[in-house]
């Protein structure tokens, strides 16, 4: 029997590739962390480094190829797993917390990118979520037209382009917009949104 917490989970997924071509190019990494609503981790989380096909490798253009260098990715996709033992693994892991498809919806940052990708290289793990998504960049875009203070005084994000830091950052980011902008308006004072800023980032750390 699945309780009802098992029902209130947000399968957060960040991918890196080796470019946003879907047509060429291939998934090089891909993380998850699990949510419940209060956007409090069931858990650590999960990646793992794929190694691509060497013509989706030799697709990369030089910006990638250096964002991928900088973050120390680079250096470990020879060593990664094929897609499909990576496919396993990812869906093992989220059937751990989420045992029910098509319960949990995809959240992270644009997302919808991420999802064409799972949609074509990890079918199974796309089609275990929920169609629905949880896009914080949604939320931010919004929130510069409507709460600029806000939106300036967001915290700042720094993950490296890899996939499991990306991924929290963008946990703490929509923690940080449920608090300063989810509120009766006008909206928080600069001086309140910075404070909720700074404590945002403390509940996080050490783990962004």
Known sequence: MVSASENDRLVWIDC???????????????????TDFELRPVDPGFQVVIRPSEAALA???DFVTNM????????????????????????????RFVPLERKAPLAGNTIGTDRMFLAKYMPQVDGWLHYRNVDVSSIKELSRRWYPRAFFHAPAKDGGHRALADILESIRELQYYREAVFVAEPGPTSDEVREIATSVVSKFTPNV
């Open 16 to 34: 890196e590739m080796t470019g946003l071509d879907l047509a060429v190019d291939e998934l090089v990494e891909i993380a998850v962390v699990i």
């Open 59 to 61: 697709n990369m253009n």
């Open 68 to 95: 991928h260098t900088s973050s120390g990715l680079i250096e470990e996709i020879p060593l990664g797993v094929s897609l499909e033992d990576a496919q396993d693994q990812t869906l093992a892991y989220i059937k």
